[in-house]
């Protein structure tokens, strides 16, 4: 056991209630204790040095060092250090930020709301989505369709929407209004010989016959990651969107994109709205918006929505919504310099210029005999460890084989994150083309070492 001063004693960890462990486990275990930043590395309280291979929760888009965004809340701080939005005040880097944020945004967005996390984002998100449809005179159409295995956030509302299982157990979560449509992901959804555009088709069809089912004068909206993050780093099927996006439109249902991962540049655009060819009602903004160096979430809305729900606040005096630190200036200075970062170095081209070394780095994983397919679009990638690859079996749940890859990385100072049976990697937008080699390097010792180590276990198939 370690003796450093930073260790904590069995009954200071159980004081900490982590979000996502397994709690008694925790109580056993040593924390990785992060004192520092550099870069893209990440220093713990021994003085290791890892390369944040998912920077952090996907938003530490700048790494962990960039001066300009401490010294950008240290500035705030000393001028106007709080202030909100309500009636209708409002601090001016407030104002300031969202000409940015307007001037960079999909087309049609120019209405913002903010918040401080991508839930309370999501959250107002399925607010307005009643407050519209009643402020419209059609008060039952109000259900939501969001698709197996998406995250929007784990409030009481958003975890509804959220359709990973573990969110849901006994949470007595989603609740009845809040349908999931199939799950995009092609390696375990497409049937055998089916091309993209076909499972594409299919996915699009049988969120129509849901909505025919349900009715479509019940269904106000449907929910979309462009890419999804937590379900497993799933890019959707080419044609996709646009099969989907004509549904919605036949039947009137606004279409909200959760932007709070792929906002900002890491698929290789700004907004994966742009990828993708989005034209959604709402789009859903958090994380990178500041680099996640303070929280901030925004909520931007089309006109078609703003206008419904501008005339409803002055029928009821005013929009009952809004919470303390809406449009709190310290994040939003951050936020504003963030952007204008991202504008110096061009990000966007940064991304595009690393994609294909990315995308083939990952892929040379797939000689490893517990790596099914490797996936990956602008800087952000998932590896499904499988057990068999002919058959794309899953090793038992018990064996927590990408757990295990993880813990292997991280053994060769690399953090990723495995999300069920996925390895997602998803680097700080400002990684150097050497940095991303070694971040390759590490990641297929650790796949090799969790392969000698399921080996040994017996759990692999001979070769
Ligand atoms: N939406 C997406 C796509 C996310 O990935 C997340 C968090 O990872 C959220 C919403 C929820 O954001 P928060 O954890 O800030 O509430």
């Not at 757990?403 to 997602?424: P, Y």
């Not at 080699?437 to 040994?456: H, V």
Request: charged share 20%; hydrophobic share 45%; proline share 5%.
């Amino acid at each position: 056991m370690s003796s450093h001063p930073n260790s904590l004693s069995a009954i200071d960890r159980a004081h900490i209630v982590h979000p996502y462990a397994n709690l008694r486990a925790n109580e056993q275990g040593q924390p990785l204790i992060v004192s520092r930043g550099d870069g893209v590395f990440v220093i713990d309280d021994q003085g290791r040095r890892y390369i944040e291979g998912v920077a952090a929760l996907w938003y530490a888009s700048l790494g962990f060092s960039e001066n300009r965004l401490a010294e950008a809340a240290y500035r705030q701080m000393r001028t106007l250090p709080c202030y909100h939005a309500f009636g209708n005040k409002i601090s001016d880097v407030t104002v300031e930020l969202t000409q940015r944020l307007i001037a960079i945004a999909p087309a049609g967005l120019r209405h913002v709301f903010y918040s401080s996390s991508g839930s309370e984002a999501n959250d107002t998100a399925m607010k307005i989505v009643r407050y519209y449809n009643n402020a419209l005179g059609r008060p039952q159409k109000k259900k939501i369709i969001s698709r197996h295995f998406a995250y929007h956030g784990t409030t009481l509302a958003t975890s509804s929407l959220t359709g990973v299982p573990r969110n849901h157990f006994d949470f007595d979560v989603p609740a009845p209004d809040v349908l999931h449509a199939d799950f995009p992901g092609a390696y375990r959804g497409a049937r055998p010989g089916e091309s993209e555009e076909e499972f594409a088709s299919r996915l699009a069809e049988s969120l129509e016959a849901l909505i025919l089912r349900e009715g479509a004068e019940n269904i106000a909206a449907f929910w979309a990651e462009p890419v999804m993050g937590v379900g497993g780093v799933i890019i959707p099927p080419r044609t996709y969107f646009d099969k989907v996006q004509a549904v919605l439109r036949r039947h009137d249902i606004l279409f909200v994109v959760d932007e709070v991962i792929s906002g900002f540049g890491r698929l290789g655009d700004m907004f994966g709205s742009t990828t993708f060819g989005l034209e959604p009602d709402m789009v859903v903004l958090a994380k990178a918006l500041t680099s996640g160096y303070l929280p901030m979430s925004a909520l931007l809305m089309n006109d078609r929505v703003y206008d419904a729900v501008a005339d409803n606040s002055v029928r009821h005096g005013v929009l009952g919504h809004g919470y303390t630190y809406t449009a709190h200036p310290a994040p939003a200075a951050v936020a504003l310099e963030t952007l204008k970062i991202y504008e110096e170095l061009d990000i966007v081209s940064r991304v595009r210029a690393l994609a294909p070394r990315f995308k083939q780095g990952l892929q040379e994983t797939m000689t490893s005999s517990i790596v099914g397919e490797a996936r990956a679009i602008g800087l952000i990638g998932g590896l499904e460890i499988v057990a068999d690859k002919a058959t794309k079996a899953k090793f038992p749940p018990e064996v927590a084989a990408a757990k295990l890859v993880e813990m292997k990385c991280l053994d060769h100072g690399l953090i990723l994150r495995a999300l069920g049976d996925v390895l997602a990697i998803s680097p700080p937008l400002i990684i150097s083309g050497e940095e991303l080699e070694d971040l390759l390097r590490r990641l297929k010792l650790g796949l090799a070492d969790a392969e000698r180590d399921l080996a040994g276990r017996g759990l692999m198939k001979a070769a």
